[in-house]
Each structure stands twice: as structure tokens, then as C-alpha cells.
């Protein structure tokens, strides 16, 4: 079974520059997940879709932070514009059920993207 | 607020000795517990998880861990650390009216030395 998918692996941009990351979840997985990493910390989450809904994004920072899941599978997280204190890794992830399982069943976590920008 | 606290940031151990790291957590109620592991340039792989019931759970790659309600605590344990075991710990409790949200710790670095 593939696992989690991102792109690119890596970026280095310039501050107020844009940037965007893309996630492929594990087919069938109805939740995805996307996670800011800064450097010498846990993982802390941005946006949760079920399907192609928002469940959460209070964390976002939405005056420069967007994202979006068409049709309930690839999401897309763009920056724009960049700042330095966005260097970090973006993490997705997906898990297989909705709501009323969504604690209970495994997320599955891609192998991130790390942005640096300078 | 839920929280997640990991006191260690970096534990070196030797191969072959028993390994300990440590969690504990802040959680108004019973608490969704969970452990990953990160190896450098990976994502994030599940290695236990609690929700209810034995307090000793029981991982893969021979891990296991403890959860101690008394303590708010959820320590992680291996009887026998091998070299592949050094990567980043991360202990995570889920927050179950909020659709699944995970709130993670700091992260332990492992060191292993021979």
C-alpha cells in the first residue's frame, strides 16, 4: 500500500516570496491532515479536512496560510507571503475514517516538506 | 489546555541498555494517548497507542508503555535499546471533541552508543 505523498521534499525561498506544498493521501483515507513542524518542536496542527470539508483551523494562520482539498483527495498549503519564522517542515497526514473515529484510528504521516526561508 | 510535556529533550543510551522516556500529560479528561517515532527525513510512524482499558500497552519494535493516571503520565519503555532505535520520540495526546486532533510533546532525541 503507498504510503502518505508530498512535494517537493525541500524548498528555499525568500521572505515575502509564495511557496506551495501538495499532499496525495493514502487512497481511501476520508481525513487529512497538515502539521507545522518548527525545528526543536512537536508537530502542531494547521487544517483538518473530512473529505473536502474544513474540521479545523484554528491554527492557521489565514491572513497568509490557505489550503484546500478538491474533490476529498490531493490538498494543496500555500504561503504567501513567506516569513522567516515559516521555516519549518509541513507534515500530512491521513486517516482512514471520519469523525466519530478519528481519534481512534492510526494517522498515517508523509514524509514532509521542509521549507527554509531565508 | 490540553498539553503534552516531554522532559528530556536528549537521552543517549547505550546498546543493549533499558530505555525510558518520559511524558506526561494535561488532559480534563480520559486521555487519548499516543507515541511516535521520526528517524531523520521521515514522517512520523505510530509506535503505541492507549485509549482505554490494560494501562500497559504494548508497541512495535518491542516498545511499550505505561499509562499511570495518578501521575498523568504515559512513559515510554524498551527492555533492550538497539543502535536503529535512535530517531526523535514524540508523545502525543488526542483530542477527541475536536475530530481527531493530536497535540504533541517536544520530542526526545535518542542517541544510541555502542
Known sequence: ?118 | AQSVTQPDIHITVSEGASLELRCNYSYGATPYLFWYVQSPGQGLQLLLKYFSGDTLVQGIKGFEAEFKRSQSSFNLRKPSVHWSDAAEYFCAVGVYNQGGKLIFGQGTELSVKP
Open chain 1, 1 to 118: 500500500e503507498a504510503g502518505v505523498a508530498q512535494s517537493p521534499r525541500y524548498k528555499i525561498i525568500e521572505k515575502r516570496q509564495s511557496v506551495a506544498f501538495w499532499c496525495n493521501p493514502i487512497s481511501g483515507h476520508a481525513t487529512l491532515y497538515w502539521y507545522q513542524q518548527i525545528l526543536g518542536q512537536g508537530p502542531k496542527l494547521l487544517i483538518q479536512f473530512q473529505n473536502n470539508g474544513v474540521v479545523d483551523d484554528s491554527q492557521l494562520p489565514k491572513d497568509r496560510f490557505s489550503a484546500e482539498r478538491l474533490k476529498g483527495v490531493d490538498s494543496t498549503l500555500k504561503i504567501q507571503p513567506a516569513k522567516l519564522e515559516d521555516s519549518a517542515v509541513y507534515l500530512c497526514a491521513s486517516s482512514l475514517v471520519g469523525l466519530a473515529g478519528a481519534l481512534t484510528d492510526t494517522q498515517y504521516f508523509g514524509p514532509g516538506t521542509r521549507l527554509t526561508v531565508l
